[in-house]
């Protein structure tokens, strides 16, 4: 598998929030390369099973959906108004291009009133409602091809690669990751398995952690482990709060089982890959908070890669640390064997 291609077309794909029907159909597709056992929940999270159904089940799951816009209003000269989907950043609005998906896709960019017009108010960060969407065509156009509720993408472009193994694009949040999960159930083939792996691509994590719920619960697997992003240094930000950008962050805290973390753990250090760790005593902002509380208690691992500038149309990842995370848990579950309700039992 190529990753930086699968990437690729993972992030030219709309699936914003709520909306991840054509990224979905993709992920479904690609999962069948691997396995005939693949399927979709009503809300849209596509599923793939691979190995024997004995010994224990594990969810891996990470989010296909993507942050974006939505369309509140069309003004009389045509242009659009919007409100965020997900955890937007109107700061870093001005000057994107887009991309409308009315019933017609439609290039646009986010323009805002220029520091010439403003009187002297500069400094202040744009709000969201100071903001429009120029798609360029009359109001009348427009209105025969977007309607309130038409969801807006940041436009699809091919990743940047940059120095040193790194990748700049929109939506690696967490499209990067779905493709860690195909590199893994790669690398799984070849492996005869004492378990089953159902890998789940999740609907709905930016703004309500629906499909992480719904993919555990239907699953009801022994064990769960969330695959997200995390923060890479940047200027500005304290050292403790990033990760740097060649090491694996597995997380600890009450998200987290504590057993399941050191699984993750051993098979990190049996490859020689460096990792660091995170404590966080709380909601780890992944699906794992939803996923732990399915069926009476579910035991929850979280592996991320870091990324730089989340939520914006620039994130940026190392490739290699992508790939290190693919290794980190297909040595994992491969380390499964009959011993595995031992391992997982808290001391007393």
Not at 88 to 108: T, Y
Not at 156 to 165: D, Y
Not at 314 to 339: F, P, W
Request: contains cysteine.
């Amino acid at each position: 598998m190529d990753m930086l291609q699968t990437i690729a077309k993972l992030c030219s794909l709309p699936g914003v929030t709520g909306d991840e029907q054509a990224v979905g159909e993709w992920i479904r597709q690609c999962f069948l390369k691997y396995t005939q056992d693949v399927w979709q929940d009503r809300y849209g999270n596509v599923y793939g099973r691979i190995g024997e159904k004995v010994g224990p089940e594990i969810l891996v799951m990470a989010h296909m959906d993507e942050i974006g816009l939505m369309v509140t209003g069309i003004e009389e000269n045509g242009m659009l108004r919007m409100m965020p989907v997900g955890g937007v950043d109107p700061r870093v609005l001005p000057g994107s291009e887009v991309l409308v998906l009315g019933e017609k896709p439609l290039p646009g960019v986010i323009g805002a009133i220029p520091p010439h017009l403003t009187k002297g108010k500069t400094g202040a960060a744009y709000r969201i409602e100071d903001l429009i969407c120029d798609v360029g065509y009359p109001v009348e156009q427009v209105r025969a091809w977007v309607h309130e509720g038409d969801y807006i993408t940041f436009a699809p472009k091919p990743p940047l690669s940059l120095k040193n193994g790194y990748v700049s694009s929109k939506t690696l949040d967490d499209r990067s990751l779905v493709a860690v999960m195909m590199e893994c159930m790669e690398r799984l083939q070849r492996r005869k398995l004492q378990c089953s792996v159902v890998f789940c691509a999740s609907v709905q994590e930016e703004r309500s952690g629906l499909g992480g719920a719904l993919g555990a619960y239907s699953v009801h697997p022994d064990m769960a482990i969330a695959i997200d992003v995390c923060h890479g240094p940047t200027p500005g930000v304290k050292p403790f709060e990033t990760t740097p950008m060649d090491k694996v962050l597995l997380t600890r805290g009450s998200n987290i089982h504590e057993k399941l973390f050191a699984m993750l753990e051993d098979a990190a250090k049996e490859q020689n890959i460096e990792t660091d760790v995170e404590a966080v005593m709380g909601h780890t902002g992944t699906d794992a908070w939803l996923m732990q509380i399915q069926r009476g208690g579910i035991p929850c691992g979280l592996v991320s890669p870091p990324l730089r500038y989340m939520h914006t149309s620039v994130e940026t990842i190392r490739m290699e640390t992508l790939h290190n995370c693919a290794k980190v848990l297909s040595g994992m579950i491969g380390s499964i064997d009959e011993k595995w309700e031992e391992a997982l039992c808290l001391d007393d």
